[in-house]
């Protein structure tokens, strides 16, 4: 089995355990599958209630992803790198936080000082991280669990203050 197969095989896993989810909250919405780079990403649209599977600041809809894995892991026996999207919002908070990059790479830039931004989710940290790689900036993640953060550095930040930088992966785990 290729690798896009075994995703699109997750995307089915979790579109099952979804519509299953819908059916029992009595909530429209369509899903849509895809893969991206090396991951399955599901997606809910179309239903006028969604925002409840979203909750504040996304809580419910992380909480959702990481059951959607479990589900995957169930019947797959793999763990799943799987993302869930449910009425854009995690589409709007990467835009939103592609631009909270690219204010802080521009700030780096011009300082040429390294930048903490605030406590992000492991999504958020992934994303910041991408930015700045693609910038030509290293960036590192510091702190543990809930203050967790993304650490900006100039382009010439030697290698020894860049040497515990972390590739984010956005692994599946519960504390995220």
């Known amino acids: ?13 979790a579109a099952d355990f979804l519509e299953e989810l819908l059916d029992i909250a009595d909530l429209d919405g369509d899903i849509d ?18 925002d409840h599977l979203v909750g ?5 809809l992380d909480a959702l992803q990481e059951l959607t894995r479990l589900a ?3 019947e797959t026996g793999e763990r799943s790198r799987l ?3 449910i009425a854009g919002h ?9 631009g909270v990059a690219r204010e802080a790479i521009a700030t780096v830039e011009s ?6 931004l605030s406590a992000m989710s492991a999504f958020e940290r992934k994303v910041v991280h991408d930015a700045v790689a693609d910038a030509g900036l290293v960036s590192e993640s510091e702190g543990t669990e ?31």
């Open 33 to 50: 599958m895809d893969v991206d780079g090396d991951r399955a990403a599901v997606s809910i649209v179309g239903g006028n209630r969604l």
């Open 90 to 98: 995690r589409a709007a908070r990467r835009e939103e936080l592609e």
């Open 146 to 176: 809930k203050n967790r953060h993304v650490v900006i550095h100039p382009a010439s930040a030697s290698s020894s203050e860049s040497a515990g930088a972390e590739t984010q992966t956005d692994e599946p785990s519960v504390a995220e």
């Open 1 to 13: 089995m290729t690798e896009v197969n075994k995703l699109e095989a997750e995307g089915d896993v």
């Open 111 to 116: 300082t040429g000082e390294p930048l903490a």
């Open 72 to 74: 995957v892991y169930r």
């Open 56 to 60: 504040r600041g996304g809580e419910v």
């Open 83 to 85: 993302m869930l999207d």
